[in-house]
């Protein structure tokens, strides 16, 4: 079993740290006891959720808060126990299709309310993430931007610059596989990658609903809307864009391939600027860029993993939950939490300051101000795991064997009609 750590904590034990907005909280009424569970058990989130929770308690000396953290992949497979039996008043959780089932198990409080005025506002960019039903189910805490990243030195040499369309990066694209240089780098060998260019491909062809929709089992794999953003892919895979043997290779693998010199971009993770910087690739030599625009007609939706907080539904103590959820997501705490040496990701609150890192302030300008379409969470968090897994395969395939398109979209209509 888990232990628990209890905190019941004195206002003046962080007294000093409240500012304006803090002071004003620490005058609400909560008492009783908040249980909290979370799965923040690596050494650097787990000092960031106790930091939470002692500020916290700091502004409501009359709540004693019970803070239980559970290692991350025990709790995936504990949570649908305890939050149907003994839950907590709040949880941590993932956003996108990974809190249908508990939604729709009736196990996670409906808490639009929260999203009623200044948070709805601040935390605009993320409230589709957290929409079922049209209502939502839990706040973000962090997230993290997907993105083009490049190496501006090959792009410099050539003369080329930042696409904003489909059409501009296919001609980049030309002028490198011209200089004996391909266009990208990626490992599909764990099939998650190829699901990245799925996502944006299909984003910028058909638009972020559309894309929620196909990953919700609403729309056929035959639709011709699907056919057309595979065939735009295809333009890429029929120029050589992509780096040989690419299914040999984890995402990892594929990175020395970049900073080497011998692929010019890599559609990934922020997380992936870190190994980048590690292999050589200074900020003179590493850039990035927001995927452009392929359909005019549609917003720019934007792939950003986001983790959440939840009240289940058979929480003891929703009044304190709530107070908690709305300082979670407060942009001091968000800037704090947030920080270099905190998550050293991005802060949901549009009113938050980011990390002083030219990659993270970017990605926060791109989900803040630059994707009007939506968020989505990924495929394999928008889809449910058999669909997602049966997806990639066939993404996978698809770059690989082109020509077996037809054969990969019948397959992948039959999952959706057995699955969902």
């Known amino acids: 079993m888990p232990s628990i750590t209890r905190l019941p904590l004195l206002a003046a034990a962080l007294g000093t740290a409240l500012t304006g907005a803090g002071v004003a909280a620490a005058q609400d009424s909560l008492s009783g006891t908040l249980k909290i569970f979370s799965d923040m058990s690596n050494p650097a989130p787990r000092a960031v959720m106790e930091g939470m929770v002692d500020r916290f308690g700091a502004m409501h000396p009359d709540l ?33 299709n990974r809190m249908a089932p508990y ?9 639009s309310d929260l999203w009623d005025g200044q948070i709805g506002e601040e935390l605009a960019s993320t409230k589709g993430a957290m929409t079922l039903d049209g209502k939502q189910w839990g706040v973000p805490y962090t997230y993290y ?34 200089d004996g240089v391909k266009c990208y780098t ?45 065939a735009n892919w295809r333009e890429l895979i029929d120029m050589g864009a992509f780096i040989d043997n690419h299914t040999a ?50 917003a720019l939706g934007e792939d950003a993993p986001t983790d959440t907080f939840h009240i289940p539904a058979q929480a003891a103590n929703k009044e304190a939950a709530r107070a908690f959820l709305r300082f979670v997501v407060s942009a001091e705490n968000q800037t704090l939490i947030n920080a270099g040496d905190a998550l050293g990701q991005l802060p949901v609150n549009a009113n938050s300051s980011v990390d002083d890192d030219k990659f993270l302030k970017e990605g926060f300008d791109v989900l803040s101000n630059r994707a009007p379409g939506g968020i989505a969470q990924f495929f394999d968090r928008d889809a449910p795991a058999e669909m997602a897994k049966l997806a990639m395969e066939g993404f996978q395939e698809f770059m690989v064997l082109p020509d077996n398109l037809d054969r990969i979209l019948d397959r992948l209509e039959a999952g959706r009609q057995r699955i969902y």
């Not at 239980?68 to 956003?95: G, S």
């Not at 490049?150 to 002028?175: H, V, W």
């Open 145 to 178: 931007q997907w993105g083009v990243y490049y190496r501006k030195d090959i792009y410099d040499r050539l003369g080329l610059s930042e696409p904003q369309t489909f059409e501009q990066m296919k001609a980049n694209c030309q002028a490198l596989l011209d």
């Open 64 to 96: 004693e808060i019970e803070l239980t953290v559970i290692d991350r992949e025990a709790y995936k497979t504990q949570i649908r126990n305890f939050l149907t039996a003994n839950a907590p008043d709040v949880a941590n959780w993932y956003a996108g």
């Open 186 to 230: 990626i490992g599909t060998k764990f099939l998650w990658t190829a699901a990245g260019w799925f996502d944006y491909l299909n984003m910028r062809t058909n638009g972020y609903d559309f894309h929620m929709a196909l990953t919700a089992g609403e729309v056929e794999w035959t639709d011709e809307r699907v056919k057309t953003t595979f």
């Open 103 to 111: 939604v729709n198990a009736g196990l996670f409080e409906d808490v």
């Open 249 to 298: 290779y984890s995402w990892q693998e594929a990175l020395p391939f970049m900073a080497q010199g011998d692929a010019a971009a890599y559609l990934m993770g922020n997380f992936a600027v870190a190994p980048l910087r590690d292999a050589g690739l200074d900020d003179s030599k590493l850039d990035y860029y927001q995927f452009p625009s392929i359909n005019a007609e549609v």
